[in-house]
């Protein structure tokens, strides 16, 4: 006789999208947790379709630059992501991370569900609690992801040395260790 065993349906890839600043810096973190599947760089937020990186970094489309997080939650739930999230920005500074400076480079977290919308500001509440100062990551609802060009996508990879440059001369890390002492990047 043959036994059949019904083995669970593999759980659906989920989405997060996060902005903080020039999504170079935005996909490292996030493709060294065990669990994401991919990330891609690009725009959303603004208020033109199919934004090119000139316009949306010359300022005028209302796009933040992000990077949209495809992830298996059976293996890293999103409460991780978000807390990966608020390690690796300034929450304190409006429109402008570290060296960029505009609204496209503003921190947010755009939710893709009623879930993710309230575990958001969940953590919002918890984050504000640990500073003085007031936290103006902004917090919307998701909308149209752009990609962004091709040469953006793992630039970390692609381009290590400029990047490496890029990221000290911008000021990040030493940022990073000014606002989240120990826990900056975790």
């Given amino acids: 006789m043959l036994a059949l065993v019904s083995w669970p349906a593999a759980a ?8 903080g600043g020039c999504f170079w810096c935005m996909e490292p973190p996030y493709d060294q947790l065990d669990g994401v599947k991919s ?3 690009g725009y959303i ?11 949306v970094s010359a300022g005028g489309t209302g796009h933040a630059e992000a990077v949209k997080v495809v992830y298996d939650p059976e293996v890293v739930s999103y409460e991780r992501l978000l807390a990966v999230f608020w390690r690796n920005v300034d929450p304190l500074t409006a ?3 570290f060296c960029d400076a505009g609204t496209q480079y503003r921190s947010a977290i755009f939710y893709v569900d009623e879930r ?7 953590s919002l509440e918890q984050v504000a609690a640990r500073f003085d100062e ?6 919307n609802p998701a909308g ?16 290590p040395l400029r990047y490496k ?14 606002v989240w002492g120990d826990e900056a990047g975790g």
Avoid: M, W
């Fill in 95 to 97: 429109n402008r991370q």
């Fill in 144 to 159: 149209t992801f752009y990609p962004a060009e091709d040469y953006h996508q793992d630039y970390y990879e692609k381009n």
């Fill in 165 to 178: 440059f890029y990221r000290y001369g911008c000021g990040r890390d030493q940022r990073l260790e000014e």
């Fill in 39 to 41: 990330t891609t760089s």
């Fill in 12 to 19: 659906e890839d989920a989405t997060a999208i996060f902005a």
């Fill in 116 to 122: 993710q919308k309230t575990l958001a500001e969940e």
């Fill in 45 to 55: 937020g603004g208020h033109v379709d199919d934004p090119t990186y000139e316009q």
């Fill in 134 to 139: 007031p936290v103006v990551t902004e917090i």
